[in-house]
């Protein structure tokens, strides 16, 4: 996947992309990084790169609780629901949880 390299204007619009995505899908644990348009897709489509939250502590998908994270996985993409007709891909590298219980 090939990103294009921002302007200043779309810098700008980057920021204003996070900010309506903060409005609209908010996650307590994450925050979005950036905001791109992909080079050579068929359709239109917004790659958003999403990261954890700074001293943010994983979940484990068993048991739910908190604990300390070891090895992220490679990134992949989740497709949400199209806004306004656009392909929107949420690009993250899932952590892995040293689970105590």
């Known amino acids: ?20 995505l903060n409005q609209i899908e908010k996650h307590r644990s994450f925050v979005y990084d950036e905001v791109r348009w992909v080079k050579g897709a068929a359709r239109l489509t917004l790659a958003v790169l999403v990261r954890p939250r700074a001293h943010s502590r994983a979940h484990c998908p068993g048991c739910g609780r908190r604990g300390p994270g070891y090895d992220p996985l490679a990134p992949r993409r ?10 929107v891909f949420l690009v993250h590298a899932m952590r892995r949880v040293n689970c105590a219980g």
């Not at 090939?2 to 309506?20: A, H, I």
């Open 78 to 87: 989740f497709e949400p629901v199209p806004l306004w007709g656009i392909a």
């Open 1 to 20: 996947m090939g990103w294009l390299q921002p302007t200043d204007s779309e810098q700008k619009n980057e920021r204003e992309l996070k900010t309506l």
